[in-house]
């Protein structure tokens, strides 16, 4: 008689904890995938501020080997799902200049 009384608390306790412990493992799983999806899109914002910043830079300018380095690994290190190969292959082009190149570069293109 005791062991029934033992399991029928420890079923009627189970009962109500039961939805109480499935809400909090998903709203944990929930949780990890906002993060995931936040992360997702700051990496995404960084390469597009990456970019943004070496264009104005190149406008006013004030592009040189140390920002085009900077915007190459920015990149490099994207991967989401925007094209980069014709950028990342322009990057990688005026790496290939001296810094005197890209200064007349820069000269020429505002002209």
Same mark, same amino acid.
């Given at each position: 008689?005791?062991?029934?009384?033992?399991?029928?608390?420890?079923?009627?306790?189970?009962?109500?904890?039961?939805?109480?412990?499935?809400?909090r493992?998903?709203?944990?799983?929930?949780?990890?995938?906002?993060?995931?999806?936040?992360?997702?899109? /700051? $990496?995404?914002?960084?390469?597009? *501020?990456? %970019?943004?910043?070496?264009?104005? #830079? =190149? +406008?006013?300018?004030?592009?040189?080997?140390?920002?085009?380095?900077?915007?190459?690994?920015?990149?490099?290190?994207?991967?989401?799902?925007?094209?980069?190969?014709?950028? /990342? $292959?322009?990057?990688?082009?005026? *790496?290939? %200049?001296?810094d005197?190149?890209? #200064? =007349? +570069?820069?000269?020429?293109?505002?002209?």
């Amino acid at each position: 008689m005791e062991t029934n009384l033992l399991f029928l608390f420890l079923g009627w306790l189970l009962g109500i904890l039961g939805p109480l412990i499935g809400d909090r493992v998903r709203r944990s799983h929930q949780i990890e995938d906002v993060k995931r999806g936040m992360l997702t899109e /700051l $990496k995404d914002a960084r390469t597009r *501020l990456a %970019m943004s910043v070496y264009m104005l #830079a =190149a +406008r006013l300018d004030r592009d040189d080997r140390n920002l085009i380095i900077w915007t190459t690994k920015a990149l490099k290190e994207y991967k989401g799902n925007e094209p980069k190969e014709e950028a /990342l $292959k322009a990057m990688e082009n005026l *790496l290939k %200049m001296t810094d005197e190149q890209i #200064a =007349a +570069r820069v000269h020429q293109e505002k002209f």
